[in-house]
């Protein structure tokens, strides 16, 4: 694989949120919003561009977006599910660009470290599906090849791209990663305040 490969980041952050009952997206975390620390480790990552899919209150969460180098889509079908947004995400994808990682805009504690170990091991492998594990079990970020775009724009259901997995069997490449973050999103009240924990818990390591 051509070791400068085109990876584009599409962060899909859509959705209601419905278990937690407020818009995560907006949330504090560590000085800004969930969603923005989420696209400055995008960002800051080795990724070619960074697209953010918002639907749900998008009047509110494009402004907070304004003065980063990213491509914002407003999904306006986002209550038809992730399939939308995905869709959405992948009708920005010029041509010349070599696959796709799809960033969850609820996980903000995803590394530029661990984006960039995704993207180093699909450069050097060339598979179709790269996805991070910790401790033998699957989490996001996931990468998709140029050779799933296709697929990728025909999805018709509310289960995100995982279809693909059940279609390319042998085919997945699996990249252990000392990160647990990958595993962790915020849905409730609950993994928020495990989130603020966190911040606290790094904040007094810092102050050491």
Same mark, same amino acid.
């Given at each position: 694989?051509?070791?400068?490969?085109?990876?584009? *980041?599409?962060?899909?952050?859509? *959705?209601?949120?419905?278990?937690? *009952?407020?818009?995560?997206?907006?949330?504090?975390?560590?000085?800004?919003?969930?969603?923005?620390?989420?696209?400055?480790?995008?960002?800051?990552?080795?990724?070619?561009?960074?697209?953010?899919?918002?639907?749900?209150?998008?009047?509110?969460?494009?402004?907070?977006?304004?003065?980063?180098? @990213?491509?914002?889509?407003?999904?306006?079908? &986002?209550?038809?599910?992730?399939?939308?947004?995905?869709?959405?995400?992948?009708?920005?994808?010029?041509?010349? @660009?070599?696959?796709?990682?799809?960033?969850?805009?609820?996980?903000?504690?995803? /590394?530029?470290?661990?984006?960039?170990?995704?993207?180093?091991? &699909?450069?050097?492998? *060339?598979?179709?599906?790269?996805?991070?594990?910790?401790?033998?079990?699957?989490?996001?970020?996931?990468?998709?090849?140029?050779? /799933?775009?296709?697929?990728?724009?025909?999805?018709?259901?509310?289960?995100?791209?995982?279809?693909?997995?059940?279609?390319?069997?042998?085919?997945?490449?699996?990249?252990? @990663?000392?990160?647990?973050?990958?595993?962790?999103?915020?849905?409730?009240?609950?993994? &928020?305040?495990?989130?603020?924990?966190?911040?606290?818990?790094?904040?007094?390591?810092?102050?050491?």
């Amino acid at each position: 694989m051509n070791g400068h490969s085109n990876i584009v *980041g599409i962060i899909l952050a859509a *959705g209601e949120g419905s278990r937690m *009952g407020a818009i995560k997206q907006m949330l504090p975390f560590n000085g800004k919003t969930i969603l923005q620390r989420v696209v400055d480790n995008a960002i800051t990552s080795s990724l070619q561009s960074v697209v953010v899919v918002v639907g749900h209150c998008a009047d509110l969460i494009v402004p907070t977006l304004n003065g980063n180098t @990213v491509t914002v889509v407003i999904n306006g079908a &986002y209550k038809s599910g992730q399939c939308s947004s995905i869709k959405a995400g992948m009708g920005t994808v010029p041509e010349g @660009v070599d696959a796709v990682l799809f960033i969850l805009g609820d996980q903000p504690l995803v /590394t530029p470290d661990t984006i960039n170990l995704l993207l180093n091991a &699909y450069r050097t492998s *060339g598979a179709p599906i790269v996805l991070p594990t910790f401790n033998g079990i699957r989490g996001n970020p996931v990468l998709f090849s140029r050779e /799933t775009f296709r697929r990728l724009e025909l999805l018709d259901c509310d289960s995100g791209a995982r279809p693909l997995f059940d279609e390319y069997p042998g085919r997945i490449l699996q990249v252990p @990663v000392d990160d647990c973050s990958i595993q962790f999103d915020i849905d409730t009240e609950e993994d &928020y305040r495990r989130l603020c924990e966190f911040e606290l818990e790094q904040d007094s390591k810092i102050r050491m």
